[in-house]
Nanobody, 124 residues
Framework: QVQLVESGGGLVQAGGSLRLSCAAS????????MGWFRQAPGKERQFVAA????????DYADSVKGRFTISRDNAKNTVYLQMNSLKPEDTAVYYC?????????????????WGQGTQVTVSS
């Protein structure tokens, strides 16, 4: 069982930056692939970024590639999402998720554990 708690969301102007954190409970955190997803009002949840359990392999949605960076610190049971050059279209609730499959994945059905989400609002 893994419990996830996101933090770091907020209101920022376009072009600004935010760093999201996701703290995980559970002694086997290092064996989970981790992902970030987001959901805007009236839209489906979409993939943002994912990272393999080793931290050496990452994957990004095209819409955030070059602007967002996912990382993890297994010693702290925490995964991060550094978001730079934010745009109004990045506004959404951001969720972190954990997958017992050690490979990173864009498929949200591969993730068994989800946090409660943190709101990110980017003003124009």
């Amino acid at each position: 069982q893994v419990q996830l708690v996101e933090s770091g969301g907020g209101l920022v102007q376009a072009g600004g930056s935010l760093r999201l954190s996701c703290a995980a409970s559970g002694r086997t955190f290092s064996r989970y692939a981790m992902g970030w997803f987001r959901q805007a009002p009236g839209k489906e949840r979409q993939f943002v970024a994912a990272i393999r359990w080793t931290g050496r392999n990452t994957d990004y949605a095209d819409s955030v590639k070059g602007r967002f960076t996912i990382s993890r610190d297994n010693a702290k049971n925490t995964v991060y999402l550094q978001m730079n050059s934010l745009k109004p279209e990045d506004t959404a609730v951001y969720y972190c998720a954990a997958s017992a499959n050690v490979l990173e994945s864009r498929d949200n059905t591969r993730y068994a554990y989800w946090g409660q989400g943190t709101q990110v609002t980017v003003s124009s």
